[in-house]
């Protein structure tokens, strides 16, 4: 259709300036390229083409200026959901104005401030769109006396707890299906009620690495270390790990076998956070480990104090419909200040901590670790050190957030192979040899349509064709008239005719 009109505009110009014999031949490859009635040819080609004219409307209140501050503080975000980023703007909009990243005028400011969520995923649309492309049942054994001794505890049993209750599970980088091998695992533990999140490295799984990160995650917490809730696995249902929390007074608890939404919090930040932050390469050895530690030290400050997070307020069942309520979206820290078992002494310290950071610094030393992850070659050997020259200066980095999403994915980790096109056939032609014979008689009859075509090959081979090939050659068909059709616009766009230079030419001689 768009064909169509590109091709009635530009012959219907050149038909109503033409002369008598002019308009003949402009008709006669007009009509048999489109099969028109004559006197319909003659109407279409008359009539002139009138463009609506655009209404004006009310001035806008999000323009550009306002939309490019958004996007600025999307990509300082990490790219977060509208409901997210409406949360931390206006600490986003604090920070980044305290260090000298931003300086909006004060209207911008009250815009930014009574912006809705669903507004920005409206302006932020095309951004995204630019910028963003069965489980193995475990073998079976019997349960010893450690799993038999630890209590379970499913998803509704939580009731509302304190601070210092986490969920904890393994996040495995093997790169898809574990072949052979140990590969690098996450850690990741989630606290329940402020959604305080912390991961670290190891090299492999064992029980005694487990030890050692809970006794470094409970002295970085700035809340006491209450509880911890696992699955079923070895390395944490063992007799070192159930002693060391006997002794701490830690109360440990397992989830269901074969439940994964008995660990629903923690399960969810393996792919808001993991995932996202290191992708789904393949990780192996020592060397590995520590890169991807230091891309977790950078991180947990920026994910715990400028990453809101939704938290489930009430969940409602109305037969085979559940209806979910969220609370607003708060950052963990603000869940931690809110907190009123959490002493004063301690959100005073936090407070000087928050002060004291920059989100765009935090973000661009994540862009540099994940750089450095997303180097590590597939064979489980680590990319070199980190390279101060080839760091991003800060005022780049600054300047690349308003443009960073036309270049599509930032994350180095997600940065996909480039595949070669597809610009083969997966089946043989069956049109290959006849195809000849069919432009002829597209050529002399250009009213013909595909399924006559088919018809009559039909008729010549019963053997070769049938009516189940009719859709490949009404395709077929529709590209060579299309293709035709440009040809014509082009010629007649590029040079006129002789019928009209001939015209000219007599205009002269009177």
């Given at each position: 259709?768009?064909?169509?009109?590109?091709?009635?505009?530009?012959?219907?110009?050149?038909?109503?300036r033409?002369?008598?014999?002019?308009?003949?031949?402009?008709?006669?490859?007009?009509?048999?390229?489109?099969?028109?009635?004559?006197?319909?040819?003659?109407?279409?080609?008359?009539?002139?083409?009138?463009?609506?004219?655009?209404?004006?409307?009310?001035?806008?209140?999000?323009?550009?200026?306002?939309?490019?501050?958004?996007?600025?503080?999307?990509?300082?975000?990490?790219r977060?959901?509208?409901k997210?980023?409406?949360?931390?703007?206006?600490?986003?909009?604090e920070?980044?104005?305290?260090?000298?990243?931003?300086?909006?005028?004060?209207?911008?400011?009250?815009?930014?401030?009574?912006?809705?969520a669903?507004?920005?995923?409206?302006?932020?649309r095309?951004?995204?769109?630019?910028?963003?492309?069965?489980?193995?049942?475990?073998?079976?054994?019997?349960?010893?006396?450690?799993?038999?001794?630890?209590?379970v505890?499913?998803?509704?049993?939580?009731?509302?707890?304190?601070?210092?209750?986490?969920?904890?599970?393994?996040?495995?980088?093997?790169?898809?299906?574990?072949?052979?091998?140990?590969?690098?695992?996450?850690?990741?533990?989630?606290?329940?009620?402020t959604?305080?999140?912390?991961?670290?490295?190891?090299?492999?799984?064992?029980?005694?690495?487990?030890?050692?990160?809970?006794?470094?995650?409970r002295?970085?917490l700035?809340?006491?270390?209450?509880?911890?809730?696992?699955?079923?696995?070895?390395?944490?249902?063992?007799?070192?790990?159930?002693?060391?929390?006997?002794?701490?007074?830690?109360?440990?608890?397992?989830?269901?076998?074969?439940?994964?939404?008995?660990?629903?919090?923690?399960?969810?930040?393996n792919?808001s956070?993991?995932?996202?932050?290191?992708?789904?390469?393949?990780?192996?050895?020592?060397?590995?480990?520590?890169?991807?530690?230091?891309?977790?030290?950078?991180?947990?400050?920026?994910?715990?104090?400028?990453?809101?997070?939704?938290?489930?307020?009430?969940?409602?069942?109305?037969?085979?419909?559940?209806?979910k309520?969220?609370?607003?979206?708060?950052?963990?820290?603000?869940?931690?200040?809110?907190?009123?078992?959490?002493?004063?002494?301690?959100?005073?310290?936090?407070r000087?901590?928050?002060?004291?950071?920059?989100?765009?610094?935090?973000?661009?030393?994540?862009?540099?670790?994940?750089?450095?992850?997303?180097?590590?070659?597939?064979?489980?050997?680590?990319?070199?050190?980190a390279?101060?020259?080839?760091?991003?200066?800060?005022?780049?980095?600054?300047?690349?957030?308003?443009?960073?999403?036309?270049?599509?994915?930032?994350?180095?980790?997600?940065?996909?192979?480039?595949?070669?096109?597809?610009?083969?056939?997966?089946?043989?032609?069956?049109?290959?040899?006849?195809?000849p014979?069919?432009?002829?008689?597209?050529?002399?009859?250009?009213?013909?349509t595909?399924k006559?075509?088919?018809?009559?090959?039909?008729?010549?081979a019963?053997?070769?064709?049938?009516?189940?090939?009719?859709?490949?050659?009404?395709?077929?068909?529709?590209a060579?008239?299309?293709?035709?059709?440009?040809?014509?616009?082009?010629?007649?766009?590029?040079?006129?005719?002789a019928?009209?230079?001939?015209?000219?030419?007599?205009?002269?001689?009177?």
């Amino acid at each position: 259709m768009t064909t169509r009109r590109e091709l009635i505009e530009a012959v219907g110009e050149r038909y109503r300036r033409a002369n008598r014999d002019g308009k003949r031949q402009i008709q006669d490859e007009f009509l048999k390229l489109t099969g028109y009635h004559r006197k319909h040819a003659i109407r279409v080609l008359c009539r002139e083409v009138r463009r609506p004219k655009a209404k004006p409307g009310p001035q806008r209140r999000y323009n550009d200026e306002v939309r490019a501050a958004l996007i600025t503080l999307w990509e300082a975000a990490d790219r977060i959901c509208g409901k997210r980023l409406k949360a931390v703007i206006p600490t986003l909009v604090e920070s980044m104005t305290r260090y000298g990243h931003l300086s909006l005028t004060d209207d911008l400011r009250e815009r930014l401030a009574g912006i809705s969520a669903a507004t920005i995923d409206r302006l932020l649309r095309d951004v995204r769109e630019q910028a963003f492309g069965g489980q193995r049942r475990r073998a079976g054994g019997v349960g010893n006396a450690i799993r038999r001794a630890v209590p379970v505890r499913t998803f509704a049993d939580w009731n509302d707890p304190l601070p210092g209750y986490m969920e904890i599970d393994f996040v495995e980088h093997c790169g898809g299906i574990k072949i052979d091998g140990d590969f690098v695992h996450s850690l990741v533990m989630t606290d329940i009620a402020t959604g305080w999140t912390e991961c670290l490295a190891m090299p492999f799984r064992n029980h005694a690495f487990v030890i050692e990160h809970i006794e470094r995650v409970r002295s970085a917490l700035p809340f006491p270390l209450r509880g911890l809730d696992s699955d079923n696995d070895t390395a944490f249902m063992n007799e070192v790990v159930f002693d060391f929390c006997k002794n701490t007074g830690i109360e440990l608890t397992r989830s269901r076998p074969y439940k994964k939404n008995d660990q629903a919090w923690v399960e969810q930040k393996n792919g808001s956070i993991v995932r996202r932050l290191v992708g789904y390469g393949k990780l192996r050895g020592m060397e590995d480990t520590e890169t991807l530690a230091s891309l977790y030290r950078v991180s947990r400050l920026y994910i715990n104090y400028f990453q809101p997070s939704f938290k489930l307020k009430s969940k409602t069942r109305h037969g085979a419909r559940v209806t979910k309520h969220y609370e607003a979206p708060l950052t963990p820290l603000e869940r931690v200040l809110r907190a009123a078992s959490v002493p004063e002494a301690t959100k005073q310290q936090l407070r000087e901590q928050f002060r004291s950071l920059d989100p765009v610094e935090l973000l661009r030393r994540m862009r540099e670790a994940q750089r450095r992850v997303a180097e590590c070659p597939a064979t489980g050997s680590a990319a070199t050190g980190a390279r101060p020259n080839d760091e991003v200066p800060m005022a780049d980095f600054l300047a690349s957030l308003g443009t960073a999403w036309q270049a599509g994915e930032v994350r180095p980790t997600h940065h996909r192979k480039a595949g070669v096109p597809h610009d083969w056939r997966t089946r043989p032609d069956p049109f290959e040899h006849t195809w000849p014979r069919i432009q002829q008689w597209l050529e002399t009859e250009p009213g013909i349509t595909a399924k006559q075509l088919q018809n009559r090959l039909t008729g010549m081979a019963p053997m070769m064709y049938s009516s189940a090939q009719l859709r490949t050659l009404q395709r077929r068909v529709k590209a060579w008239r299309s293709n035709r059709a440009r040809e014509l616009v082009t010629r007649i766009l590029g040079e006129p005719s002789a019928v009209e230079a001939g015209a000219a030419t007599q205009g002269q001689q009177y």
